[in-house]
């Protein structure tokens, strides 16, 4: 079983920039099919930001942070990232890093969640 521990929110003005970590231990990330990058503002659902397939490294996005953000991953590090540039008042939320044993991005797909970290984006 792999424990994953976010870090790098905080708050920001529109426009700057966050990066965001997830390091997992427990068992190495590449034991896993996919990483991904989740988040939830008050009163919303959780929605997927962003995933990556671990052994090919390649990344999907959600349509509202494309050309914004970029996952990406380090093996010997065993850590996820995800770079925020550009950011919005509307990308406020708690981003939650997981890891699936299956392919996809949907929510019920993925397995092991970390604690969450908040991020604010003032106007």
């Known amino acids: 079983q792999v424990q994953l521990v976010e870090s790098g929110g905080g708050l920001v003005q529109a426009g700057g920039s966050l990066r965001l970590s997830c390091a997992a231990s427990?068992?190495?990330?590449?034991?896993?099919?996919?990483g991904g990058w989740f988040r939830q503002a008050p009163g919303k659902e959780r929605e997927i930001v962003a995933a990556?397939?671990?052994?090919?490294?390649?990344?999907y996005y959600t349509d509202s942070v494309k050309g914004r953000f970029t996952i990406s991953r380090d093996n010997p590090k065993n850590t996820v990232y995800l770079q925020m540039n550009s950011l919005k008042p509307e990308d406020t939320a708690v981003y939650y890093c997981?890891?699936?044993?299956?392919?996809?991005?949907?929510?019920?797909?993925?397995?092991?969640w970390g604690q969450g970290t908040q991020v604010t984006v003032s106007a």
């Open positions: 997981a890891a699936s044993r299956q392919y996809g991005t949907e929510f019920s797909k993925y397995d092991y």
């Open positions: 990556i397939s671990w052994s090919a490294g390649i990344p």
């Open positions: 427990g068992r190495p990330f590449n034991t896993y099919a996919m």
